[in-house]
């Protein structure tokens, strides 16, 4: 990650946050103490920007400068509020089309499916807090600048997530290999997002007991499963197929 993504010491992170300024999470030295400190973590919360403790020499690492024990990773774009963009698109008339990702952790697939999702006129990304790769340099980059173009809302809990989706229209379709119902036959019409899992255990047990329907992508060679943003990419398509017809 380039350098120009970090904010260095208590009272530029401060100042970052209270500012307004688009962070992607802030570390913190574990043993840190002091009221600057005791603010800082209080101001983080208030603004939903996760913390992580950290020892000092991860902290040495990204800078040998005066860190005060404290580094904020800049994101370089805003996270979106879902509810609030979901109220916004249904404003403007539009059957929104969405994807949730869940356990992506590669920077290079997150902005592959950025890329796929911004070019088949997807309304928005969903990401996780925890677990899952976020919008840094090197997604963007991967990305081709479309992290630039397409809003991307994080969550604290995509299983609580897919329930607001819900409460708001959307029908939640997982990806998963396992499934006997091909991506074809999922109707893409209405209002839906589409979740992608991990490569290597798929989609979380929680969030696929929320989803209203699971589809596969048929494979007909020995290798057992396509690249995840190989596959997002085809279940977009599908979608943009369907809502062109």
Same mark, same amino acid.
């Given at each position: 990650?380039?350098?120009?993504?970090?904010?260095?010491?208590?009272?530029?992170?401060?100042?970052a946050?209270?500012?307004?300024?688009?962070?992607?999470?802030?570390?913190?030295?574990?043993?840190?103490?002091?009221?600057?400190?005791?603010?800082?973590?209080?101001?983080?919360?208030?603004?939903?920007?996760?913390?992580?403790?950290?020892?000092?020499?991860?902290?040495?690492?990204?800078?040998?400068?005066?860190?005060?024990?404290?580094?904020?990773?800049?994101?370089?774009?805003?996270?979106?509020?879902?509810?609030?963009?979901?109220?916004?698109?249904?404003?403007?008339?539009?059957?929104?089309?969405?994807?949730?990702?869940?356990?992506?952790?590669?920077?290079?697939n997150?902005g592959?499916?950025?890329?796929?999702?911004?070019?088949?006129?997807?309304?928005?990304?969903?990401?996780?807090?925890?677990?899952?790769?976020?919008?840094?340099?090197?997604?963007?980059?991967?990305?081709?600048?479309?992290?630039?173009?397409?809003? !991307?809302? +994080?969550?604290? *809990?995509?299983? /609580?997530?897919?329930?607001? &989706?819900?409460?708001? $229209?959307?029908?939640? @379709?997982?990806?998963?290999?396992?499934?006997?119902h091909?991506y074809?036959?999922?109707?893409?019409?209405?209002?839906?997002?589409?979740?992608?899992?991990?490569?290597?255990?798929?989609?979380?047990?929680? !969030?696929? +007991?929320?989803? *209203?329907?699971? /589809?596969?992508?048929?494979? &007909?060679?020995?290798? $057992?499963?396509?690249? @995840?943003?190989?596959?997002?990419?085809?279940?977009?398509?599908?979608?943009?197929?369907?809502?062109?017809?």
């Open positions: 990650m380039d350098r120009k993504d970090y904010i260095f010491g208590l009272r530029p992170v401060m100042e946050i209270e500012g307004a300024e688009s962070l992607d999470k802030i570390l913190v030295k574990r043993d840190l103490t002091g009221q600057i400190a005791k603010d800082l973590l209080a101001k983080a919360k208030e603004f939903d920007i996760p913390v992580q403790r950290v020892p000092a020499e991860k902290l040495n690492r990204i800078t040998m400068k005066n860190h005060q024990g404290v580094v904020a990773i800049v994101c370089p774009v805003r996270y979106h509020d879902l509810d609030n963009l979901l109220s916004f698109l249904y404003e403007e008339g539009k059957t929104p089309l969405g994807v949730m990702l869940d356990g992506v952790t590669d920077a290079r997150f592959a499916i950025a890329r796929s999702a911004e070019c088949a006129g997807a309304d928005f990304i969903i990401i996780p807090e925890k677990g899952s790769a976020s919008v840094t340099s090197d997604s963007v980059r991967a990305s081709a600048g479309a992290l630039f173009h397409i809003p !991307v809302c +994080r969550v604290k *809990d995509l299983g /609580a997530t897919v329930v607001r &989706l819900h409460e708001n $229209g959307l029908q939640v @379709v997982g990806a998963s290999e396992k499934s006997d091909n074809t036959e999922v109707d893409y019409k209405v209002p839906t997002v589409i979740v992608m899992g991990a490569e290597d255990y798929g989609i979380s047990n929680e !969030v696929i +007991r929320k989803c *209203d329907d699971l /589809a596969a992508i048929p494979i &007909l060679g020995k290798v $057992g499963s396509l690249n @995840v943003s190989v596959a997002c990419g085809v279940m977009l398509y599908e979608a943009v197929r369907q809502r062109r017809l």
